[in-house]
């Protein structure tokens, strides 16, 4: 009967030792995804930002070569915001099919990447 104990018992603490440890493989497996994709979106956010000046300078390249073209500075500018400004209602109108969603295919499928190639 004592011997039955003495089973149930280690039994229970292999239970408590096996969550113990599960706990820990799921805080693990949470930190790893979370610091690959914060440091994905601040790479993302370098690469942007490299990208903005890049686009910012053109723009101005642009517009005062329009603004040759065309004689008058004030014009090349206003092409140039005009474009812009098109750009960006076209961008607005259509945001949910070229932002959201992809951005959010994106984060979702670098979370669950590792747990589909474990599967495998």
């Known amino acids: ?25 799921v805080k693990l497996n949470a930190a790893a995804k979370t610091s ?7 790479a993302g956010l370098i690469v942007a930002g490299v990208f903005l000046i890049f686009i910012i300078f053109g723009s101005i390249a642009a517009a005062l070569a329009l603004s040759a073209w065309i004689g008058k500075m004030y014009a090349g500018f206003l092409i140039v915001a005009g474009i812009y400004l098109l750009a960006g209602i076209i961008v607005w109108s259509c945001r949910e099919a070229l932002l959201r969603i992809p951005i959010m295919n994106s984060m979702i499928s670098q979370l669950f990447k590792d747990d589909e190639n474990e599967k495998n």
């Open 36 to 42: 690959k994709l914060i440091s994905n979106l601040i």
């Open 1 to 25: 009967m004592e011997s039955t104990f003495t089973k149930v018992e280690e039994l229970a603490d292999h239970v408590k030792d096996y969550v113990k440890t599960k706990i820990a493989s």
